[in-house]
């Protein structure tokens, strides 16, 4: 059972930079597919964006696309997304997952989370 450890949140103007990491422990995570979802105050946590086993192949929302980018370092069991152009309405704590199959996009598809890590975008 793989576990799942974010980090890299923190406070940023908007326009700009942040990337986060997700370290995987206790299993490889090149056996996953992972994910990027996010929960901002007051709504239901949502999808960003998820990346192949292999990394070939990514997937975002609509919100990320453009400005964020899924990678994975397989030899490093880690997973990142670089987010640029950073706006007010990306705050939110941020959670990596992993899931068996790909392409998924809803959370009752991803058995192992992270604690998240928390990113706020001023004005």
């Known amino acids: 059972q793989v576990q799942l450890a974010e980090s890299g949140g923190g406070l940023v103007q908007a326009g700009g930079s942040l990337r986060l990491s997700c370290a995987a422990s206790?299993?490889?995570?090149?056996?996953?597919?992972m994910g990027w979802f996010r929960q901002a105050p007051g709504k239901e946590r949502e999808f960003v964006a998820a990346i192949r086993w292999s990394g070939d192949t990514v997937y975002y929302a609509d919100s990320a696309k453009g400005r964020f980018t899924i990678a994975r370092d397989n030899a490093k069991n880690t997973v990142f997304l670089q987010m640029n152009s950073l706006k007010p309405e990306d705050t939110a704590v941020y959670y990596c997952?992993?899931?068996?199959?790909?392409?998924?996009?809803?959370?009752?598809?991803?058995?192992?989370w992270g604690q998240g890590t928390q990113v706020t975008v001023s004005e």
């Open positions: 206790g299993g490889s995570a090149s056996n996953y597919a």
């Open positions: 997952a992993a899931s068996y199959r790909w392409l998924m996009i809803r959370m009752v598809d991803y058995p192992y």
